[in-house]
């Protein structure tokens, strides 16, 4: 299993951005998904998190700016960001966990991020 992620860039304070995170590998379901992010010189965060048959959460620092959606046809996840601050800058990864392939059960697989810069 593959996660890819892309859609980062440079953005100016109040922009947004959406990025994506696209599964491969003979995928049948996901289902927990997560999007992570980690600023320079800190520690990896929780951004959003998805579980099937449960609710979608968020960190109370993106909540009402950030949305976590999925396609699962594509095996595609996004995070829609708007309302974007400098204190949103990072490095952001998606993470997917309880992994259905062909092949068998895969967890914890880990894309390699897209840069996210927020210009104030």
């Known amino acids: 299993v593959q996660l890819v992620e892309s859609g980062g860039g440079l953005v100016q304070a109040g922009g947004s951005l959406r990025l994506s995170c696209a599964a491969s590998?003979?995928?049948?379901?996901?289902?927990?998904l997560r999007w992570y992010r980690q600023a320079p010189g800190k520690q990896r965060e929780l951004v959003a998190s998805?579980?099937?048959?449960?609710?979608?959460t968020y960190a109370d620092s993106v909540k009402g700016r950030f949305t976590l959606s999925r396609d699962n046809a594509k095996n595609t996840a996004y995070l829609q960001m708007n309302s974007l601050k400098p204190e949103d800058t990072a490095v952001y990864y998606c993470?997917?966990?309880?992994?259905?392939?062909?092949?068998?059960?895969?967890?914890?697989?880990w894309g390699k991020g897209t840069q996210v810069t927020v210009s104030s």
């Open positions: 993470n997917e966990e309880q992994i259905v392939t062909h092949d068998g059960p895969r967890s914890n697989v």
């Open positions: 590998g003979g995928i049948l379901s996901i289902n927990v």
């Open positions: 998805f579980s099937h048959g449960g609710d979608t």
